[in-house]
């Protein structure tokens, strides 16, 4: 079941953690292999089909709402690092409403996830040698 969302910017704050288990369905990667490749390539989809009441579209054709979601999860991220007794839940859930925010901004700047990783790789082995 997909949500309705209007255009502007208070009327997108919603919940990712809500949208991702509510939006969509998809095939979950085997155990111990990584589901951001799955959900990179959902959202070039999600960006090609650009249905009306897509979250994750509304993001990442908005580059200011992107920016915006970018940053008040990256804060809510550091807010929990630095929290006097960490709790590994809620951090694993800001974390993932982060990495969702930011896959939606790349690949509405048409940066795909396997690039990102080839600079990690890249700078791996730079720092191994």
């Known amino acids: ?20 288990h509510s939006v ?30 897509s979250y994750s579209h509304a993001v990442m054709t ?17 807010l929990e690092l630095g929290a006097p007794e960490l709790d590994r839940q809620r951090l694993a859930e800001e974390t993932a409403d982060l990495v969702f925010h930011l896959l939606c901004g790349l690949t509405g700047a048409g940066v795909a996830w396997s690039e990102v990783e080839q600079v990690l790789l890249a700078r791996h082995r730079e720092d191994v040698q």
């Open 24 to 53: 969509f369905t998809m095939d979950v990667p085997e155990e111990g292999a990584s589901f951001v490749p799955v959900l990179a390539d959902f959202l070039i989809s999600r960006l090609r089909d650009a249905p009306e009441e």
């Open 62 to 78: 908005d580059s200011v709402l992107a920016r915006r979601k970018v940053m008040e999860e990256a804060f809510e991220v550091c």
């Open 1 to 20: 079941m997909y949500l309705r969302v209007g255009r502007s910017w208070p009327e997108l704050m919603l919940t990712p953690a809500t949208m991702l």
